[in-house]
């Protein structure tokens, strides 16, 4: 099996930033893509960014390009998201997902595994 671990959320002003960890760890794969995903009250859930372990590929969603960076150090095991210039409608549980594959998909059927998610909270 996977595991998949969430930190790095909490409560920030808008306009702050936060970066968020995903450690890896299990079963591994000899590609995959890590993505991180958003779900927010009443909302579904929606993909931010993705990432290709081996070949460095990037994805991001309309509304995070410029203030979003996703990152991977492989010797860790670790997939990040910087953000900056948060919104209040940034606000949402975010998790982190594998998809058993070396291409980026964006529907979330695509990801096999999941982790717990971590909470985001934009004041303003």
């Known amino acids: 099996q996977v595991q998949l671990v969430e930190s790095g959320g909490g409560l920030v002003q808008a306009g702050g930033s936060l970066r968020l960890s995903c450690a890896i760890s299990?079963?591994?794969?000899?590609?995959?893509?890590t993505g991180w995903f958003r779900q927010a009250p009443g909302k579904e859930r929606e993909i931010v960014a993705a990432i290709t372990w081996g070949g460095g590929r990037t994805y991001y969603s309309d509304s995070e390009k410029g203030r979003f960076t996703i990152s991977r150090d492989n010797a860790k095991n670790t997939v990040y998201l910087q953000m900056n210039s948060l919104k209040t409608e940034d606000t949402a549980v975010y998790y982190c997902?594998?998809?058993?594959?070396?291409?980026?998909?964006?529907?979330?059927?695509?990801?096999?595994?999941w982790g717990q998610g971590t909470q985001v909270t934009v004041s303003s």
């Open positions: 997902a594998i998809d058993r594959s070396a291409f980026i998909s964006t529907p979330i059927t695509s990801y096999d595994y």
């Open positions: 299990g079963r591994t794969f000899n590609t995959f893509v």
